[in-house]
């Protein structure tokens, strides 16, 4: 029995024996060439507002037509108004005005320009149309805590709020 076990111990330990790790091979002499990675192009950092978020909240509704994300003061007309309109999926912006321009939406990483025309309501609003899809709205949706709408020289500062992505995911749908 004893020389059982020794025989087993002196197999054990030469199978060990045999399990070392094979000799480094010596280093290639000649130079590697690696690939050179270009720098990637830097952003300038776009300025979300320069001015105070305006007072007020935002507002969820809907109704046959599709719903709508209103911002403003309880008693007041809305700053800032999203519509889904559901049939010809389509999502519509408008702020207070009377005259078409360009509305300039500022997030924290796009600046984009959309023409706005005049929606013909009382009170008089002006309004942009887009394509739910449009990366503007997810730009503006995930902003950095507030974006800007802005006509002329009027600029509409708001917080970026769930009613907002409500809205353009209502669309999207």
Do not use: H
């Amino acid at each position: 029995m004893k020389r059982a076990v020794v025989t087993i111990l002196v197999v054990s330990l030469a199978g060990l024996a045999g399990c070392v790790a094979p000799p480094a091979q010596p280093a290639d002499p000649r130079p590697v060439s690696r690939p050179t990675v270009a720098p990637l192009p830097t952003v300038a950092p776009v300025a979300v507002a320069e001015g105070a978020v305006a007072p007020g909240v935002w507002t969820y509704g809907s109704d046959a037509r599709g719903s709508r994300a209103l911002f403003g003061q309880a008693g007041s007309d809305a700053l800032l108004v999203l519509r889904c309109d559901r049939a010809a999926r389509r999502v519509y912006l408008s702020v207070p005005g009377n005259d078409a321009g360009t509305l300039t939406l500022r997030a924290s990483n796009l600046v984009k320009g959309v023409a706005a025309r005049p929606t013909g309501a009382t009170p008089a609003y002006v309004a942009a149309e887009l394509a739910p899809t449009d990366p503007v709205l997810d730009a503006l949706a995930f902003s950095r805590g507030r974006f800007s709408v802005a006509i002329d020289t009027r600029q509409t500062t708001v917080p970026a709020w769930p009613e907002f992505t409500r809205v353009v995911e209502d669309c999207r749908a």
